[in-house]
């Protein structure tokens, strides 16, 4: 039995949807643990582009058995559709995913709700699915599960009871008999497509754990979006930090073997907050055009930045990282020199931690290593050996500043466009 868990080491965007399509070949489960269809994870499968939002990505591994687990808040309609979709393109996904009667759902009132505060002041620029009010409904204990969704009287009393509940702010944009349409317009065929998909999830993973089955665990966004350690408020609602996993899928933490994070070369990030290394000119703007940073959810323009140290110390601390996947080193190819933020200067002090204030996370200015560029072509290498010496030492370097060694390179979408470092690791296909 082997179990691993892949975090996005960043704030998401970093390719995890390929690094587990990978290593996934070697695993007999694959869980979603937390977020929800604010998740975009791109797979090139059969010369064919998927984005995945809430199924995990083994899906498209033939006889694979993919969980969406607990801690995940889902959207059945969304789920529904994308369920579809998979199986219009020759995926067959039932009787191979299961879904935990534990998770919460995001109902549409949850969208209108996001939506009024993304039109307000207080916008954190979200992707609108209505995952931070999910989460606040399942915290502040008037959520509704998967399990209460099958059945309908409790389903309809419980929908009533929120909507009264959050009226004020509901009526400022719809009426509530209109919400009421919309949640239950399709409710009756929704309920029954999804009687096959409801399991009991923690048993399931139990018996396969008993079994010596192998488990990835497959986290969404990344650690600066964690509702704990990331940068607050300007975060998701749930925790995409690798403990989670084990919280969110109902497994002890004894069961985990490993944590994988991965980390792009340089940095982006959408939505609003703090971004230390952010490059707003030129270079900016040649990151997003040649790395085709757009999000995989929303379609907006990632912002781009320089590979931050700082960013990733703190990430392998609080997620507990084993191994590093690299993605995206061919986008830097022919810049020079290539910036590495290594400390932060804030009120004249210097700071090689993450700090948790706000307002240092909006004031501190990057302290940089320049190192030199590297003349390509990298895309297209498949071995460490063939690389350029400088783009391998600049892979020392992050590996040493982080604190945690890269155990692949991902150059390119496809499965043959990486470079293998560590044979020894257990799940390396
Ligand atoms: P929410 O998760 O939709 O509430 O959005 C909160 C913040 O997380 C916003 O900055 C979003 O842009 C960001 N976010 C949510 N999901 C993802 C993702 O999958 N990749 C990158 N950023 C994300």
Same mark, same amino acid.
């Given at each position: 039995?082997?179990?691993?868990?892949?975090?996005?080491?960043?704030?998401?965007?970093?390719?995890?949807?390929? $690094?587990?399509?990978?290593?996934? !070949?070697?695993?007999?489960?694959?869980?979603?643990?937390?977020?929800?269809?604010?998740?975009?994870?791109?797979?090139? *499968?059969?010369?064919?582009?998927?984005?995945?939002?809430?199924?995990?990505?083994?899906?498209?591994?033939?006889?694979?058995?993919?969980?969406?687990?607990?801690?995940?808040?889902?959207?059945?309609?969304?789920?529904?559709?994308?369920?579809?979709?998979?199986?219009?393109?020759?995926?067959? @996904?039932?009787?191979?995913?299961?879904?935990?009667?534990?998770?919460?759902?995001?109902?549409?009132?949850?969208?209108?709700?996001?939506?009024?505060?993304?039109?307000?002041?207080?916008?954190?620029?979200?992707?609108?699915?209505?995952?931070?009010?999910?989460?606040?409904?399942?915290?502040?204990?008037?959520?509704?599960?998967?399990?209460?969704?099958?059945?309908?009287?409790?389903?309809?009393?419980?929908?009533?009871?929120?909507?009264?509940?959050?009226?004020?702010?509901?009526?400022?944009?719809?009426?509530?008999?209109?919400? =009421?349409?919309?949640?239950?317009?399709?409710?009756?065929?929704?309920?029954?497509?999804?009687?096959?998909?409801?399991?009991?999830?923690?048993?399931?993973?139990?018996?396969?754990?008993?079994?010596? !089955?192998?488990?990835?665990?497959?986290?969404?966004?990344?650690?600066?979006?964690?509702?704990?350690?990331?940068?607050?408020?300007?975060?998701?609602?749930?925790?995409?930090?690798?403990?989670?996993?084990?919280?969110?899928?109902?497994?002890?933490?004894?069961?985990?073997?490993?944590?994988?994070?991965? @980390? !792009?070369?340089?940095?982006?990030?959408?939505?609003?907050?703090? *971004?230390p290394t952010?490059?707003?000119?030129?270079?900016?703007?040649?990151?997003?055009?040649?790395?085709?940073?757009?999000?995989?959810?929303?379609?907006?323009?990632? =912002?781009?930045?320089?590979?931050d140290?700082? @960013?990733?110390?703190?990430?392998?601390?609080?997620?507990?990282?084993?191994?590093?996947?690299?993605?995206?080193?061919?986008?830097?190819?022919?810049?020079?020199?290539?910036?590495?933020c290594?400390?932060y200067?804030?009120?004249?002090?210097?700071?090689?931690?993450?700090?948790?204030?706000?307002?240092?996370?909006?004031?501190v200015a990057p302290v940089y290593?320049?190192?030199?560029?590297?003349?390509?072509?990298?895309?297209? $290498?498949?071995?460490?050996? !063939?690389?350029?010496?400088?783009?391998?030492?600049?892979?020392?370097?992050?590996?040493?500043?982080?604190?945690?060694?890269?155990?692949?390179?991902?150059?390119?979408?496809?499965?043959?466009?990486?470079?293998?470092?560590?044979?020894?690791?257990?799940?390396?296909?």
């Open positions: 039995m082997a179990t691993l868990i892949v975090v996005g080491a960043q704030w998401g965007d970093e390719g995890k949807g390929k $690094i587990v399509h990978l290593l996934g !070949k070697k695993a007999d489960y694959i869980v979603r643990y937390q977020g929800g269809n604010n998740a975009g994870h791109t797979v090139v *499968f059969d010369g064919k582009t998927f984005v995945l939002h809430q199924i995990p990505s083994g899906i498209l591994q033939p006889g694979k058995k993919c969980i969406i687990a607990n801690g995940v808040v889902l959207d059945p309609a969304a789920l529904k559709e994308e369920i579809l979709f998979l199986e219009s393109r020759g995926i067959r @996904v039932r009787g191979r995913l299961a879904v935990s009667a534990w998770a919460h759902l995001i109902l549409p009132y949850h969208k209108y709700l996001d939506a009024h505060r993304e039109a307000g002041s207080d916008k954190i620029g979200t992707t609108k699915k209505g995952i931070g009010p999910a989460y606040s409904d399942k915290v502040g204990r008037t959520g509704i599960r998967l399990a209460d969704f099958m059945e309908p009287d409790l389903f309809r009393e419980l929908v009533e009871r929120n909507l009264q509940e959050k009226a004020p702010v509901l009526e400022q944009v719809i009426s509530l008999d209109a919400l =009421r349409r919309e949640t239950f317009k399709d409710y009756d065929a929704l309920r029954k497509f999804f009687e096959p998909f409801v399991a009991n999830t923690p048993a399931l993973l139990q018996e396969a754990l008993a079994a010596k !089955k192998n488990v990835l665990f497959e986290g969404a966004q990344g650690a600066l979006l964690d509702v704990d350690f990331g940068t607050y408020p300007f975060v998701t609602s749930s925790n995409p930090v690798a403990g989670a996993a084990c919280v969110g899928a109902g497994v002890g933490p004894g069961a985990i073997d490993e944590v994988l994070g991965v @980390v !792009k070369a340089y940095t982006t990030r959408v939505g609003d907050g703090p *971004f952010e490059l707003t000119g030129e270079m900016g703007e040649f990151l997003r055009s040649r790395g085709q940073e757009f999000g995989a959810t929303t379609g907006r323009p990632r =912002r781009c930045g320089w590979f140290a700082v @960013v990733m110390r703190h990430s392998v601390r609080v997620n507990g990282i084993t191994r590093l996947a690299l993605t995206k080193l061919d986008i830097l190819e022919g810049v020079d020199p290539i910036r590495v290594v400390a200067r804030y009120k004249g002090k210097l700071l090689k931690d993450f700090p948790a204030s706000r307002q240092a996370q909006a004031a290593k320049d190192l030199p560029g590297f003349t390509g072509p990298v895309k297209g $290498i498949t071995q460490l050996n !063939k690389l350029p010496v400088a783009a391998r030492d600049y892979v020392r370097f992050l590996e040493k500043q982080s604190g945690a060694p890269v155990g692949f390179i991902s150059m390119g979408r496809s499965r043959d466009e990486t470079i293998l470092i560590d044979k020894r690791f257990r799940w390396t296909p």
